[in-house]
């Protein structure tokens, strides 16, 4: 995906084919509503948000490989169709922002998850401060329209950026379901050693059946 950035950015034309155009979607150019999260205005704009990117997804891989790709295949849809729904003065929205802050609450939210089933207090206490300045910083850009951290003549859009959040703290707090074991009936567990003797010694025993072809019944 950060190859694909640079690839939009670098080649003439490729970008405005990508970018989030409200006009082109409304005209059934679909596509638009995940790639416009590929293409970006300026170099700078490029630079801080491809490498927010590569430094949080490689952190986000190292933890959960398959919920990071799931991140990434969520977002970019969930991004495009917040901007269209919530931002209508938003002709043409560009940038990898989103997707940033998908994987930067995606990763505070598995870290927290697993230092409270781990009890690591500290790192989970930690975790949950770095949502609560995410969460900030999201309503200060959508109260001043402007970015905290980076100045550009790319428009903040902060909407882009709660969406993308959004997916990250779904797969990220969600915990993995536990399959059944293989055989189990639903809703009946393994019973008890008490209990499984005791239904042992309740069954009726049978006693062989006498005589046997060949097999003279004991004295």
């Given at each position: 995906?950060?190859?694909?950035?640079?690839?939009a950015?670098?080649?003439?034309?490729?970008?405005?084919?990508?970018?989030?155009?409200?006009?082109?979607?409304?005209?059934?150019?679909?596509?638009?509503?995940?790639?416009?999260?590929?293409?970006?205005?300026?170099?700078?704009h490029?630079?801080?948000?491809?490498?927010?990117?590569?430094?949080?997804?490689?952190?986000?891989?190292?933890?959960?490989?398959?919920?990071?790709?799931?991140?990434l295949a969520?977002?970019?849809i969930?991004?495009?169709?917040?901007?269209?729904?919530?931002?209508?003065?938003?002709?043409i929205?560009?940038?990898?922002s989103?997707?940033?802050?998908?994987?930067?609450?995606?990763?505070?939210?598995?870290?927290?998850?697993?230092?409270?089933?781990?009890?690591?207090?500290?790192?989970a206490?930690?975790?949950?401060?770095a949502g609560?300045?995410?969460?900030?910083?999201?309503?200060?850009?959508?109260?001043?329209?402007?970015?905290?951290?980076?100045?550009?003549?790319e428009?903040?859009?902060?909407?882009?950026?709660?969406?993308?959040?959004?997916?990250?703290?779904?797969?990220?707090?969600?915990?993995?379901?536990?399959?059944?074991?293989?055989?189990?009936?639903?809703?009946?567990?393994?019973?008890?050693?008490?209990?499984?003797?005791?239904?042992?010694?309740?069954?009726?025993?049978?006693?062989?059946?006498?005589?046997?072809?060949?097999?003279?019944?004991?004295?």
């Amino acid at each position: 995906m950060a190859g694909a950035a640079l690839l939009a950015f670098a080649v003439p034309g490729v970008g405005s084919c990508l970018e989030l155009d409200r006009a082109r979607v409304a005209a059934g150019e679909w596509w638009r509503l995940a790639t416009g999260n590929l293409a970006h205005g300026s170099a700078s704009h490029l630079a801080w948000d491809l490498l927010a990117f590569v430094a949080l997804g490689v952190a986000c891989e190292r933890l959960d490989r398959a919920r990071t790709l799931a991140v990434l295949a969520a977002a970019p849809i969930a991004i495009g169709a917040a901007v269209l729904a919530f931002e209508p003065a938003v002709a043409i929205y560009r940038g990898l922002s989103g997707l940033d802050s998908a994987l930067f609450v995606f990763l505070a939210a598995t870290l927290g998850r697993r230092a409270l089933a781990e009890g690591r207090t500290a790192l989970a206490l930690g975790a949950g401060a770095a949502g609560a300045l995410f969460v900030a910083k999201s309503v200060f850009e959508l109260s001043t329209g402007r970015a905290l951290f980076v100045a550009g003549p790319e428009a903040t859009v902060a909407v882009a950026h709660l969406a993308g959040a959004a997916v990250g703290s779904l797969l990220g707090y969600r915990p993995k379901i536990s399959q059944p074991k293989t055989g189990a009936v639903a809703g009946e567990g393994e019973l008890e050693p008490e209990t499984r003797s005791a239904a042992s010694a309740s069954e009726p025993k049978l006693s062989p059946s006498w005589p046997r072809a060949g097999v003279s019944p004991p004295a």
